[in-house]
Each structure stands twice: as C-alpha cells, then as structure tokens.
C-alpha cells in the first residue's frame, strides 16, 4: 500500500505542496441490533479508500476517493494541493506545521479474540437472550447491540513516515426501557449506548450481560412509580461512566487546541480557555488530575501514532487544579507554540483528520464509592447517562441520568427518577471533594463524538471513578 | 451511470433463482470549505460509492455492505450475503420489496462545483462583516443514487444542494446565518451574512436576565430545531412502535396556526424524489391546523402498525432507524418579523439554539441554551441584547394550542441539530417559554 500513498503525495508535492500525507484504510465492521428478542439490525460493511491532504499557505486541502487506480491516485493528490490552492482567495499568514520524528513502524491492538472470527451466530445470540429475558421480566422494550471495528491504516507522509496499525475495537451493551402513563424509564448496561475499548471478542465477555438482565427490568419498572428527584442545591455523587461523560463535555472538549484557536468557532464552539492562562488557570480542587494517555492498555482510543504520525503520549492536562495542558496536533502545536501531542485522528479515510480527544481521564483518588456515601448527609448519588447538554464555551451544562438514589445521612435511602443536576464548569470541579480509587477506576470509552464539517464520529476514552461534588443544583425540570 | 450497470449486471448473473433481493448504489461527490478566523483554513472534496445488498429468503434476511473498491469479486460479495444469510434469524418484521410501478428515473449528470466557486460564496459572507471574526462553511453535494430489486423495480435519481452557514463574533457577541438550496449559484452569501453581521454587531454587551417563563419570537433556525425533534422523537413511526412517540393522530395536539407538509415532489425540495426503497415519494401533511395527520413511515414501520407506507425510508442505516421526513415546510402565517416583536410585551427573541437533548421523549421536555443572536424584548422593541440561557421546556407543550401567538410570513431553508436542508420554516411568536437557568448555573 505504500507505494500507492508515495504516489498520491508525489503527486500533491510536484503539484506545489508544502507537505502532504496520505492514509489508506481497510475498515471492516460489524453492527448488531436485538430488540425484544429478535434481530433488529445485522450489517457486516467493509470499506477500502484514499485520504490525501496538502498543505499549501494558509490551508489544508483534502481529497478522497475510494478508487485506488494509478490515474486515480495521481489525480487525488492534484485535487488535494489544487483544493488547498484556491483558499488563496481568502487566506491568512502560512499555517506552520511542527515537526515529528519520522518514522517506518507497525502495531496491532493487543487481543485475545478477533471479533471477526467469532461467529456471528454466537453474537446473534448473545443478544437474543439478554433482551428476550429483561422482555420475560417485564422490559417494554429490551434491546441490545454489539459494534466490532477492524480498521487496517496506512500512513505515510511526504517527510518518509511509513506507518501500519491494525486498531481493533469491539462494545456493545444492553438496555431495558419501561413505558408508563406519558413517561419512559430506561435502564442500560454497561453505560447508555454501550461501553466500547480497544481489544477483542473478550471485551464483550468481560461484560457478563446475563449478570445484569434482571437489575435493568427491574430497576426500569422500579423508576415509574419512584419519587421524582428532590430540588435543591445539595451533595452530588456521581457514578464513573456518568463522570466520564462529565470529563469528556466539561473537560476533553475545552482542551482541545483547534477550539481554542477558533477553528471550529461557527459548529462546535470555542473554549473558555485562553491560552494565556495555561498553567495558571484554576479548572478544579486540588483532587482534580487530568491525563490525555493515548498509551493505556484497552482504553478505546488507544493507538501507537496519530493520523499525523505523531506518537501516541501520555500529555498533563490538569495537575492538582491547575490547567496544564491541550490536545492537539501538528499545525495547532504549532501555532500555539506547544509540543505536538498526537491527537489527531479521522473518521475513516473519507475525512480530514482533526484534533480528537484520546483517553481524557480523571486519575483515581484514595477513596471508594462505599465510603463517599457513607460520608454524605444530603445528596443523590447519580447512575449512567440519559440526557447531556453543554454551551459552546463549555462552561454551562446540564445532565441527566437514568436514576438516582437519595443518600440521606451515609445512606441510600430511597430511588428517585428524572435525576439531573447543572452547573458552570470551574466552579463544579472546584467542588470535587472526595474521588474514588484505582479499583473503582474504569476506561469508560465514548464511541460517538460528533464533530467537524463534514462531521466526523470518534471514538473516545474517559477513564473515571466515582466522584462527590458539593453543593450542586440538583432537580432542574421543565 | 456505468458502474451501476457493470455492479447490477454481475449481481443478476451471480444471484441464485427464487431468492428476494434489494440492490442500492449511492454515488456522491461532496465538497465543502470551511472558513475560521475569517479565513478558509480547511477545503475537502469526496467522492464515494456505498453498495448496499439485502436478500430475503425462508422468512430470513441479511445486508451487507462495502464500498465499491471493496467489491473485489461481485460472486464472492453476493456469496457473503449468502452465508450470512444462513446464519440469519427469523426476521418478523420482513415487508417484502416494491414492485415495478414504483419504478422513477431521474438520473441527471449534475455539475460538481469548483473550490473557487465555494470561495467566492465564502468571500462574499466574510466581507459582511468587515473587521468581524468569521467562521462557517460551504458546501456543495451531488447525489446519483440506484436502486433495483427482484420484484421488477428498477428506480435511480440524483439530487444537488449547497450550503452557506456562518457567524461572525465580535469580544462580547456573535451573530448566525444559513442559506441552502438546490445549487451553488442560488444561494445569496452577501445577505446570509449581513445578516449574521447584523446579528453580532447588535448582540455586543449583553446583559444577563433572570430565568423564568418568557414570552419567545424565535427565528429559523430555533424553530428548525424544535420541528425536527418533533420529527425524529414524535412522528417517527419507529418512535411509536417503541411506544416512545408523544404524537396521537387526529387529536389537537398544536396550535391551530400550525400546520406541517411534506413535500418532496415540490419542485424546489432538496433531495431525492425515491426513498431507500427505490419508490416515489409523495407529499404529505402531517400537521392540519394543529391536528396530526400521519407519522412518518418505512415499510417495516407501516407493515408492523397496520398503517400505509409514507415512502420515508433512508439510505443506508435509515431502515433501523425509522422514518424522517427530510422536505418538510411549516406553512407561513401573516405575520412580518417587526409586526411579531411589536406584538411582544415582554419576552426574547432567539435567533438560534445549541445543544438540544431530549430528557424524556414521551414528554418531549427537552434542554439546550440560546447562541449567536438574542435579544430583549420590550413593549414591542427590541431594547438589548441578553446572555446565554438555558431552557428545560417541553417542545410539545410550546406548540401546543394556544401558546402560538403567531407564525411568520416568510420561510427558508433553516439549519437544524439533525442536519441542513430538511426544514423550510417561518419564525414562530410563543406565549411561554421555560428558561431554568443562566450564565451563573
């Protein structure tokens, strides 16, 4: 494959390019639907094709296509340079590009089970008795589904990278949801919308969905009849998938550099950060200690080098409070004067890579989720994800979870349901006050991030363990 | 279109006799640049081909799709579908293939644009706004999509459509405007973005208000939002099987001032005139004087109600999903944009929201906050532009029949969370709305 990527960037760079890299895919998937014990979706997709970008002036032009026929490549990387020629219309100074070791190199995500190789009729069924059973038990909609991704990657770059990597992804999960009069209840394992990491076959093992049928229908029933949650300004606990979506709204995408600098102002927003305040900015309590490690074992958005060619890295976002860090990539690293810190992905070879979030976690505390409740007079400890709205700036936010359960002096007391609270970002992690350990410390992984034009799906990890948040707007409803 | 021919001939020739079959190809040539700091920082153009192949037989079924370069041997590609198929549950809810008479040919070979023709329309917008920050972009698509089956239908159309959406921001403010339409040369840049210029300039320095219940004129874009919720949440037949739907046919569950239609045969709808299924779509009304007339359907969705296929399947995953109606129009009332904020005593006018999520589809509450333009309205005036506010307010209940004060007299492509170019929709004027917070939480 190679040869055909030098082709491509030959092309782009006798064209007039400054740099040009190329990326050719093979992505394989396979999705999987059950809904009351039967099959809703079943689709097995295979799509191969060229990405090429050029760098010329103040713009990146891209072409893709799925034709990899000699006149093919060497019309892609004209298209690339001569798409990024005509932003000359309305341009701005030379986009600076900092520089990376070049490097010839290959990986493979650690697995123990090709995805692919199990049958599929194994997987079928998996779903078919986790819904079919929450239905027996009273679910009004059981459903299930299981995601598996094979994505061959070849990259090489007009500086000489040539890199291979085969990441192998697999999630899925399941959920019971309860129908009353003129409300829905809804109750999900291992988070809502899944649960998704690096690996294979053994992934979906580990989740044990028979484990957990008969808590979801019954929990979901359970919600109709529950006392709605209280109003008031009181104790949060937060349960680690809902805090990793917490991390990956109110943190991930404030730190990502190309917001920040304005790129993606008019459809995903900017940031309240400012870049002069790097390394002065107050985020959180001194409990609050983010990490971006692309390098974890498992995590979903663990790889070996970025769409760039930068390595993957373990970069300090937050340490003890104090802002440190941004994602970013090649161009942005660049601009802002920053290490380029290998964050840059795209959404199969049909897309322009862009600044992504890698693992965004909260490192673990010395606390556990027993103890946390056991210390807390008044408050709603709060489970998995259902609703989650956020400003442009980050800052003003909104969740809502799947229920809660009221703690009422270092107990849990009773269930409530329509659980939300809301918040402004640095005053929030500002009332982080006592976070849970290494052992309650999870790679919750996020597979649907939306962002870009075209828009562009990623894949996100969020490593968390449960949390309390003093004095927080609990109850908010329309 | 030669690859269609070649793909359909070898897919005839390889399938087995007395099998069900559903052939797609979607051809597309999409483009867009995309303009920040007031300048074009990234510019891409695609062209893709997504086959999708689904096979039907002893109450089984299975799809399998690949691009057409993964397509190394169509034998071995239609053998795939095959085994899967054997390994394939009973599938219930099978509702068998189009025929013949829903045939349509509509093949057009449309012009792609230039990069230098999407620049032009960008320079246009970034010169409204003088010294202002802008950020946004253009877009153009070209659409060939095929469809043929086992039961004699053989249908194709193409579509074209192109987009400008921008903002510019000043320190304190920001201001928004989309245009869409058919081709590149019908949308008007240099008025999408005087207005979103407008918006900003007007929006600097804004005061924080109180939340609490307010009167509401929303511009295009807010209201955009809200009808597609309805639409994906409410009159998806999907959302009704799952007994998620709030929608209930023939009963007066809006404003009589709204009314709501589908209109794919309008000869100014952007898209395809087939659904998935290769069959013609027809317009619809959905809405009639605030009394729901029909969800929207698929095959699987109508078979499994008991109700007539509305023709609104989508390509590729849009069988699973359900129905969307992707050309619908609110029809216009009389009102002008001035004479609705003069009929305000005391309200806001909103020209965009951000970050909408349903907390409970049953009830349609949902929650999101206000951006690039809103203002306070007094006394019929607009006297200064407010802050960020968040909303936790049922989209049902604010159509619902008497909140509707008055629609607007004039429409456009406005820009939605679920996508460009589905809605057409006036300005709205509402009695309440239900503001639960502001910048401080």
């Avoid at chain 1, 995601?147 to 770059?157: G, M, N, R």
């Avoid at chain 2, 037949?237 to 709204?258: R, V, W």
């Amino acid at each position: 494959m190679f040869e055909y990527l030098e082709l491509a960037i030959d092309s782009a760079v006798n064209s007039g390019a400054k740099y040009s890299d190329a990326r050719i895919l093979i992505s394989k998937s396979r999705n999987i639907a059950a809904k009351n014990g039967e099959v809703e979706n079943y689709n097995e997709s295979e799509k191969i094709g060229i990405g090429i970008r050029a760098l010329v002036g103040s713009s990146w032009g891209f072409y893709s296509t799925y034709d990899l026929s000699k006149p093919s490549l060497t019309n892609a990387g004209i298209r690339a340079f001569q798409t990024a020629k005509a932003s000359s219309m309305v341009s701005g100074d030379d986009l600076p590009f900092a520089d990376v070791p070049v490097v010839e190199d290959s990986y493979t995500t650690p697995h123990d089970e090709n995805p692919f190789s199990i049958s599929s009729t194994d997987q079928v069924d998996l779903l078919l008795r986790s819904t079919e059973q929450m239905k027996k038990l009273g679910s009004s909609r059981a459903s299930g589904r299981l995601d598996f991704w094979d994505t061959e990657k070849w990259f090489a770059s007009s500086q000489g990278h040539k890199i291979y990597q085969n990441i192998i992804e697999s999630g899925g999960g399941i959920s019971s949801l309860a129908v009353g009069d003129g409300e829905t209840q809804i109750r999900s394992y291992p988070q809502s919308f899944g649960e998704y990491r690096t690996g294979g076959w053994e992934v979906i093992k580990s989740f044990e969905f028979e484990n957990h049928t008969e808590r979801l229908a019954e929990e979901s029933q359970r919600l109709l009849v529950a006392p709605q949650c209280p109003e008031g300004t009181m104790d949060l606990i937060l349960e680690g998938s809902q805090l990793a979506l917490q991390i990956h709204e109110s943190v991930g995408h404030a730190i990502e550099l190309d917001r920040i600098l304005g790129w993606e102002a008019a459809y995903a927003g900017t940031s309240h950060l400012d870049l002069t305040k790097l390394n002065q900015h107050k985020y959180g309590s001194e409990l609050m200690n983010i990490v971006a490690d692309a390098t974890l074992p498992g995590a979903l958005a663990t790889f070996k080098y970025d769409d760039e060619g930068t390595p993957a890295q373990r970069v300090d976002i937050v340490k003890e409070g104090i802002w440190t860090g941004v994602l970013s990539g090649r161009d942005s690293a660049a601009v802002a004067g920053v290490k380029p810190g290998g964050m840059v992905r795209a959404d199969g070879f049909g897309r322009l890579p862009m600044v992504r979030m890698t693992n965004v976690g909260l490192l673990p505390g010395t606390s556990s989720l027993d103890e946390i409740i056991q210390s807390t007079e008044d408050g709603v400890y709060m489970e998995t994800n259902r609703s989650w709205s956020i400003d442009d700036l980050r800052l003003n936010f909104q969740f809502g979870c799947e229920v809660g359960w009221l703690v009422k002096n270092g107990k849990i007391i009773d269930m409530v349901k329509n659980p939300t609270y809301t918040g402004i970002t640095p005053q929030f992690w500002g009332n982080m006050d006592m976070l849970a350990g290494e052992e309650e410390w999870v790679f919750w992984g996020t597979p649907n991030c939306g962002k870009g034009q075209p828009s562009q799906v990623g894949h996100t990890g969020h490593p968390a363990s449960p949390a309390r948040f003093k004095d927080t707007r609990i109850g908010v409803r329309g | 279109m030669n690859i269609w021919n070649d793909l359909l001939d070898e897919v005839k020739k390889n399938l087995p006799d007395e099998i069900e079959c559903e052939l797609k190809l979607m051809h597309s040539k999409s483009a867009l640049t995309r303009f920040a700091n007031s300048q074009i920082h990234q510019n891409v153009d695609e062209e893709s081909a997504e086959i999708y192949l689904t096979i039907h037989k002893d109450s089984k079924t299975t799809t399998i799709s690949n691009n057409l370069t993964a397509i190394k041997d169509v034998g071995e590609f239609v053998n795939k579908a095959l085994v899967s198929l054997e390994d394939s549950p009973i599938d219930k809810g099978w509702s068998g293939l189009p025929d013949k008479s829903n045939s349509y040919e509509g093949f057009k070979d449309l012009e792609e644009s230039t990069p230098d023709d999407r620049a032009k329309v960008v320079k246009e917008f970034i010169e409204e706004g003088k010294s202002m920050n802008a950020a946004g972009y253009c877009s153009t698509y070209i659409n060939n999509y095929f469809v043929w089956n086992s039961n004699g239908l053989n249908s194709c159309d193409s579509s074209s459509s192109a987009f400008i959406d921008g903002i510019f921001r000043t320190d304190t403010s920001a201001g928004s405007s989309h245009r869409g339409g058919q081709t590149l040369a019908s949308l008007e840049g240099t008025a999408a973005g005087f207005e979103a210029a407008k918006l900003a300039t007007d929006s600097q320095n804004p005061v924080d208000i109180d939340p609490g219940n307010y009167e509401v004129v929303l511009g295009h874009e807010a209201v955009s939002t809200i009808l597609v919720f309805l639409g994906v949440y409410g009159f998806n037949a999907k959302s009704k099987i799952d007994g998620m739907s709030p929608i209930i046919i023939g009963e007066q569950q809006f404003d009589e001032k709204i009314s709501l239609i589908d209109t794919p045969e309008d000869q100014d709808s952007i898209g395809f005139k087939i659904d998935a299924s290769g069959s013609k779509k027809l317009n619809l009304d959905v809405i009639n004087n605030g009394v729901p007339q029909s969800y929207f359907h698929t095959r699987r969705t109508a078979n499994e109600l008991g109700m007539k296929n509305t023709f609104h399947e989508l390509f590729g995953w849009g069988e699973n999903f359900g129905g969307i109606g992707t050309n619908v129009k609110l029809l216009n009332g009389d009102k002008s944009f001035e004479d609705m904020i003069s009929d305000v005593k005391k309200g806001i006018y909103i020209n965009e929201f951000w970050y909408c999520r349903v907390l409970d589809p049953i009830t349609q509450v949902v929650t999101g906050l206000n951006r690039n333009g809103s203002f306070l309205v007094e006394n019929g005036k607009i006297t200064k532009p407010v802050g960020r506010l968040r909303f936790t307010q049922s989209f049902i209940s604010a159509l619902a029949n008497g909140n509707v004060e008055s629609v607007g007299n004039h429409s456009r492509y406005a820009d939605s969370e679920f996508g460009e170019g589905i809605l057409s929709v006036p300005q709205l004027h509402l009695k309440e709305f239900n503001f639960t917070g502001g910048v401080s939480g």
